[in-house]
Every structure is written in C-alpha cells, then in structure tokens.
C-alpha cells in the first residue's frame, strides 16, 4: 500500500509523534480526517525523527491491517523502527 504522508500540527495529533488509520480507529482518535492510506507526522519534529516515525506507522499499520491488535502491533513496530 502506498501511503500518505500529513504533516500536522500539534494541536491534531496531541501527545502522539504519528497516527495511522488502524491505531486511529483502536484509539478512538478524533479530529483529523483518516483514510486507510493516510499517515499523520507531527511537523515539528526533526527529519530523523520523522522518519523512525513514519516506519513505525507503516511497521504497525500493515499488521494492523492483517489481524494484530494494537498493543501488539505497537511493539512490534518498536523493536523494528530504525533510522
């Protein structure tokens, strides 16, 4: 799946780094329109950051997309998220 990338602000994605449409609908998170497709960043990070972001969006969201859960998916995505 191809993906696209948001940059947003703070005030949209409050205390998260990323968001991708699984995690959002497992959180219940509201306030920014999210498509399976979609990936939110937060925009003041530094390049670096940005990038471990969005891998571990996309690590979490593909098995997300497959039947893991949310939890699971989310430390799968930290043990494998580098640089």
Same mark, same amino acid.
């Given at each position: 799946?191809?993906? @696209?990338?948001?940059?947003? !602000?703070? @005030?949209?994605?409050?205390?998260?780094?990323?968001?991708?449409?699984?995690?959002?609908?497992?959180?219940?998170?509201? !306030?920014?329109?999210?498509?399976? @497709?979609?990936?939110?960043?937060?925009?003041?990070?530094?390049?670096?950051?940005? $990038?471990?972001?969005?891998?571990?969006?996309?690590?979490?969201? @593909?098995?997300?997309?497959?039947?893991? !859960?949310?939890?699971?998916?989310? $430390?799968?995505?930290?043990?494998?998220?580098?640089?």
């Amino acid at each position: 799946m191809k993906f @696209n990338i948001k940059e947003v !602000g703070r @005030n949209i994605i409050r205390d998260y780094d990323g968001m991708n449409y699984y995690a959002a609908k497992a959180l219940r998170f509201k !306030g920014y329109p999210m498509h399976k @497709n979609t990936i939110l960043v937060d925009k003041t990070m530094s390049k670096s950051m940005k $990038r471990k972001t969005i891998k571990h969006e996309i690590l979490e969201c @593909n098995k997300m997309q497959h039947g893991c !859960g949310y939890w699971d998916a989310h $430390r799968f995505a930290l043990k494998h998220e580098v640089n």
